[in-house]
Structure formats: structure tokens, C-alpha cells
């Protein structure tokens, strides 16, 4: 069974440039996640798919940062435009699960962003 | 507010011996606890996990203990393998609400 794939792997950007994040869940998993990693830290929520519903997006900074997940299969997560303290891992998680839960969720391996 | 802690960022240990991963949190009302293993490049992936109802919970050579009334939580492995190598990071929730520590890098040496 395929994993959660992203893509990039690994991007660098200037600042005030836009970036955008691509991921495809594995197959079947009704729930996707988002995080924020940064260096030295555990992983930050972003925001939380139900299908093509965000139920909680309580934690993106909603000024610079926007996500979609049209067909409640793939989905993307956007910056634009960036700055120096987005630099950092970007994590997409699925789960076959509703509602939130620890348990049963699956990561991918992140993009790595630098932004310069 | 880090609601949950791992206060050694790094554990070196020779093999076959037992390494013990220590996790702090301050919220008494999570009712759930993990342990994720994340090796360079690749996301976590889900360990071991414990509720607030128990105190013990053994899979294989790992084995999680909670201690509720110091708010502590401690993995041990046992007898740790070099593939053992990885960044650890615990993590505590309670109902929609979760958080996860800073990560310790184990070092498991040959």
C-alpha cells in the first residue's frame, strides 16, 4: 500500500515569493492533516480535513497561508507571500478515521522549506 | 506554552542496553499518550501509545509507563538495536486538542 506522498521534497524560495505545497493521502483515508515542524520543535498542527471540509484551522495564519482540499483526495497548502520564519518541514498526515486522533495517523516524509 | 516537554534533546546508548526516552506535560487532563520514531527524511511514524487509565503498556521491546501524578511519561527500550536510531517525540491529547514534545535523537552505538 502506498503511503502519504508530498511533493516538493525540498524547496527554496526567496522571500515575499508564494510556495505551495502538494499532498496526496493514501488511498481510502477520509481525514488529512497538516503540521508545521520547525527546527528542534515537535510538529504544529495547521489545519484538519474531514473529507472536503476543514474542520479545524484554528492554528494557519490565515493572512499568508490558505489550503484546499477540493475532492477530499489530494490537497494543498499555500504561503504567499512567504517569510524568513516560514522556513521549516511541512507535514502532511492521513488517517482513515473522523475526528481527531493521534492514533491511526500516517506521515508523509515532508516538505522542507527554506526561505532565504 | 510548551504543554509538552522532552528535556534531553539527545540519548547515546550501547547496544543492548536499555534506553530510556523521558517526556514531561503540564495539562492533566490529556487522556492519551504516544510515542512516534521518526528517522531523517521520513515522517514519524506511530510507535506505542498509552491512556491516562493505565500506568503500563508493553509492545515487544518497548514498553511506555505513565506516572499521572508527576505529569511524566517514559519510554524504554529494551535491549535497544542500532535501527533504534532515531528522533523520538511523545505526544499528549486530549479530546480534538494534541500536542507533541521536542523530540530526543537516540544514538544507539554498535
Known amino acids: 500500500e502506498a503511503g502519504v506522498v508530498q511533493s516538493p521534497r525540498y524547496k527554496i524560495i526567496e522571500k515575499k515569493q508564494p510556495v505551495a505545497f502538494w499532498c496526496n493521502p493514501i488511498s481510502g483515508h477520509n481525514t488529512l492533516y497538516w503540521y508545521r515542524q520547525n527546527l528542534g520543535q515537535g510538529p504544529e498542527l495547521l489545519i484538519r480535513y474531514e473529507n472536503e471540509e476543514a474542520v479545524d484551522d484554528s492554528q494557519l495564519p490565515k493572512d499568508r497561508f490558505s489550503a484546499e482540499r477540493l475532492k477530499g483526495v489530494d490537497s494543498t497548502l499555500k504561503i504567499q507571500p512567504a517569510e524568513l520564519g516560514d522556513s521549516a518541514v511541512y507535514l502532511c498526515?492521513?488517517?482513515?478515521?473522523?475526528?481527531?486522533?493521534?492514533?491511526?495517523?500516517?506521515f508523509g516524509p515532508g516538505t522542507r522549506l527554506t526561505v532565504t | 506554552d510548551q504543554q509538552v516537554k522532552q528535556n534531553s534533546p539527545s540519548l547515546s546508548v550501547q547496544e543492548g542496553r536499555i534506553s530510556i526516552l523521558n517526556c514531561d506535560y503540564t495539562?492533566?487532563?490529556?487522556?492519551?499518550f504516544l510515542w512516534y520514531k521518526k528517522y531523517p527524511a521520513e515522517g514519524p511514524t506511530f510507535l506505542i501509545s498509552?491512556?491516562?487509565?493505565?500506568d503500563k503498556n508493553e509492545d515487544g521491546r518497548f514498553t511506555v509507563f505513565l506516572n499521572k501524578s508527576a505529569k511524566h511519561l517514559s519510554l524504554h527500550i529494551v535491549p535497544s538495536q542500532p535501527g533504534d536510531s532515531a528522533v523520538y517525540f511523545c505526544a499528549a491529547g486530549i479530546g480534538n486538542q494534541f500536542y507533541f514534545g521536542t523530540g530526543t535523537s537516540l544514538t544507539v552505538i554498535p
Open positions: 498526515a492521513s488517517s482513515p478515521y473522523l475526528g481527531t486522533s493521534l492514533l491511526e495517523q500516517y
Open positions: 495539562n492533566s487532563m490529556f487522556d492519551y
Open positions: 498509552i491512556s491516562s487509565i493505565k
